[in-house]
């Protein structure tokens, strides 16, 4: 899932952590990578809902070897349609394989209580 608390894992887990440094593409940089993944999910919820997202930062993903690879994003955004236009916690759900990005979920990250 998003949030992992990879400190408390003592067993061998199917996904990791996006940092730890692995190659997941080899045509581009893991930094590029996630930029392009981070994108494309922004880019389909505007289509969808008609927001006007914009990324602030990254924050962290997890990856798990799926047919390609599965990326549990975590990154602040800001909706400049909004009034209020404050960066926002949010989290996707990414498949790419081969040359193909699937966006399967789109959500503000939950509230941590």
Do not use: H
Request: net charge negative; proline share 4%; aromatic share 16%.
């Amino acid at each position: 899932g998003y949030d992992v608390d990879w400190s408390k894992v003592d067993y061998n887990f199917p996904a990791v952590n996006f940092d730890w440094g692995s190659d997941f593409d080899d045509q581009m940089s893991n930094e590029e990578l996630m930029k392009q993944l981070i994108k494309t999910a922004i880019d389909e919820e505007n289509e969808e809902t008609g927001t006007k997202l914009e990324f602030v930062k990254y924050v962290s993903a997890n990856v798990l070897g799926v047919q390609g690879f599965l990326f549990y994003i975590t990154f602040w955004a800001k909706d400049l349609s909004s009034p209020n236009p404050e960066p926002q916690c949010y989290q996707a759900k990414v498949r790419k394989f081969m040359g193909e990005i699937d966006v399967s979920e789109f959500r503000l990250r939950p509230t941590q209580e």
